[in-house]
């Protein structure tokens, strides 16, 4: 059998408990206050999830944001936006790149499910954004300079 998955969403390794909350007009208030009213969230418990994994699958992750775009490339992609556009777009574009890799770098994480049998290609090839083994997290490069305006 084959198949991949990728998930990505703000989450947590099972330490952070109960994090049901509920948010409306971009403030939290209670869930349970006025029902209907409200957008209802919770983090992922990526460690439960990780646990309900079928040994069947190869399971990788979770990693930061932060770390996964790095190791994806986000730094070069960003230093060729920033060489072939318009002045006038740099900051919008370093602060895209800062609001995806600080502000929610750490927040948000990525995790991975590819079938077993595809192991022996991953220890030779990880999977893009994920490092050669089920918990590392890659070293990610330097991020680009700022231009001066």
Partial sequence: RGGACLIADYGHLGEDGDTFRAFRNHKQVDPLELPGSADLTADVDFGYLRSQVSPDCAWYGPTTQDNFLHSCGIATRCEQLLASSDKKLH???????????????????FASLFPASMGQ?????????????????????????????
């Fill in 91 to 109: 900051n919008n574009i370093m602060d895209s790149y800062t609001t995806l890799t600080k502000e929610m770098g750490e927040r948000f994480k």
């Fill in 121 to 149: 290609i991953h220890e030779k090839y990880p999977p893009v954004g994920f490092s050669g083994t089920e918990t590392d997290a890659p070293e990610k490069p330097e991020q680009p300079e700022k231009p001066e305006n």
